[in-house]
């Protein structure tokens, strides 16, 4: 009768509702942000370390609170080194504009697509086949100006050979990344951020834990050659389809980056992806995977990769 009678005593105010209703989405988007990244364990660790704070409260531990006290002003300063990542993502996409988003960020319209990814796939062939490594970043709505200019500034029309020659043996930019804007080369010879790991247990070179470290922070997509195999890959948002030749990395790339430029005009906020893990998707994606759609053959999009092979984080 308590419970009743203290229910019955509340009387919510319209703006109380929306101020639950922002602080959800607020958490909502906190998690949606570290969820599937190295983030979620040191968010772990920051709460248990909370929790033991609470409880040296409650059982009067004064020594323990203290040292906990000092440490969590020094511990404010580190979470923000810490998740420099996922804030920098936060950021980015409170920038959006609304609709306006797609005309204050680079895109790339109808037949630029399609003789982008045509050159693209047509140089990682040619690497694949000579067995020469390579790492070619689109960039999409997350600018890479600042990874550009860690390397040689070209503003170059982009070609198959042009990256055949950045990329030949013993050329002094063949180490590093060629970062393509639109339809041009904006840089190569780049330095990417590296991944302390890549997807599961395998152990992958530094050639594909770059393409996982920019991808991680960025909306990138990375086309990466192995240089041992000779194996190509297509890399977004850390996830990895391996094995592809040049006409389904072709269509992978115009499947990927046509949506993501029509959701940037319609929405100026969602990107296609390639398959995300655990986790179900409301607008429409461009199927990757192996499995062709019910009652028809597979699409476009499915049949470009369905001899590729899909590693998940």
Do not use: C
Request: glycine share 12%; hydrophobic share 45%; charged share 20%.
């Amino acid at each position: 009768m308590q419970l009743v009678d203290l229910l019955s005593g509340i009387q919510p105010k319209p703006t109380t509702f929306i101020d639950i209703g922002l602080t959800a989405l607020l958490i909502y988007g906190l998690f949606s942000l570290i969820r599937d990244t190295r983030a979620v364990r040191l968010v772990i660790g920051v709460v248990l370390l909370y929790g033991l704070y609470v409880l040296a409260q409650l059982l009067g531990l004064q020594l323990l609170s203290q040292l906990l006290q000092a440490g969590a002003y020094v511990g404010l300063f580190a979470l923000v080194v810490v998740f420099q990542p996922e804030l920098r993502r936060a950021l980015e996409r409170l920038g959006h504009v609304g609709s306006l988003g797609w005309m204050l960020a680079p895109g790339q319209q109808g037949g630029a697509i399609d003789r982008v990814a045509a050159e693209v796939a047509r140089a990682a062939a040619g690497f694949a086949k000579d067995r020469h490594g390579a790492l070619i970043v689109l960039e999409r709505e997350t600018g890479l100006e600042d990874l550009g200019e860690t390397g040689v500034m070209m503003h170059a029309d982009v070609s198959a050979e042009l990256l055949r020659t950045i990329f030949m043996p013993r050329s002094p930019l063949h180490d590093g990344a060629a970062i393509i804007r639109g339809d041009r080369v904006l840089a190569a010879g780049a330095v990417l951020p590296l991944a302390e790991s890549g997807p599961g247990d395998e152990r992958f070179g530094t050639r594909h834990r770059a393409a996982f470290g920019v991808t991680e922070e960025t909306d990138a997509l990375v086309v990466v050659v192995s240089e041992e195999t000779g194996s190509i890959g297509l890399v977004e948002r850390g996830r990895i389809v391996r094995d592809l030749d040049e006409e389904q990395l072709r269509v992978a790339l115009v499947t990927l980056l046509r949506l993501d430029a029509s959701l940037r005009s319609s929405s100026g906020e969602r990107h296609a992806s390639l398959p995300a893990p655990r986790r179900a998707r409301h607008l429409p994606r461009p199927n990757l995977t192996h499995r062709p759609p019910r009652g028809g053959a597979p699409g476009a999009a499915a049949g470009a990769v369905s001899a590729g092979r899909v590693d998940r984080t």
